[in-house]
């Protein structure tokens, strides 16, 4: 085996190490134990979206909140709320197994973006007093996020089946004893 095959040995049994000691800290909390995510950074999304929803119902009260809104990381959202377990929801995150991460940041990244082209439309109808356009927009929008919020509420759940059957198979079990095979590549 090469140093750098060496080193990357080492380095995912490290951090399998690493996921397996936060996954055991995660009984009695909000946080998902195959995921290791938690759905309360959903609400920050949930949040926007019931806005826009009220928002054709009456733009003047809902539209500041509504363009106030603006993207924020994982880490970002608990280091702002009062989430009981905030600092551990941080650290599972970082820890959490990759193709699960992967997945659920393509699917943030997509909510993102997609909340940031509607804020500009939603901007654009309430400076210009399109009511009619606005609740038209709002009504078209709302499925497809509601959609994305799900996909992302999905991966944090059930750490989504697909993604875990790949990382199986992208990455090979752990032994019990990671020494002992760092050991034998020097044998």
């Not at 995921?35 to 999304?45: A, E, G, I, K, W």
């Not at 606005?134 to 999905?154: N, P, Q």
Request: with cysteine; charged share 25%; proline share 4%.
């Amino acid at each position: 085996m090469t140093e750098n095959g060496l080193a990357q040995a080492v380095r995912r049994n490290f951090d399998s190490s690493m996921t397996e000691h936060y996954r055991s800290h995660l009984d009695g909390t909000n946080i998902n134990k195959a995921s290791m995510l938690t759905t309360d950074y959903l609400n920050h999304f949930s949040g926007v979206l019931m806005l826009i929803e009220m928002l054709p119902l009456d733009p003047e009260v809902f539209a500041e909140d509504v363009l106030n809104w603006s993207p924020i990381s994982y880490e970002e959202h608990f280091e702002v709320t009062g989430f009981r377990d905030k600092d551990l929801a941080i650290k599972a995150y970082e820890h959490a197994p990759v193709d699960v991460r992967v997945a659920f940041d393509g699917v943030i990244n997509q909510l993102n973006n997609t909340l940031v082209e509607v804020l500009d439309q939603v901007k654009e109808s309430v400076e210009k007093n399109q009511t009619e356009k606005l609740s038209m927009f709002c009504e078209e929008i709302t499925h497809g996020v509601r959609d994305l919020i799900a996909e992302a509420a999905s991966i944090v759940n059930d750490g989504t089946t697909n993604v875990i059957e790949l990382s199986t198979a992208a990455n090979p079990p752990v032994t019990e004893d990671p020494q002992a095979d760092i050991d034998a590549l020097f044998d």
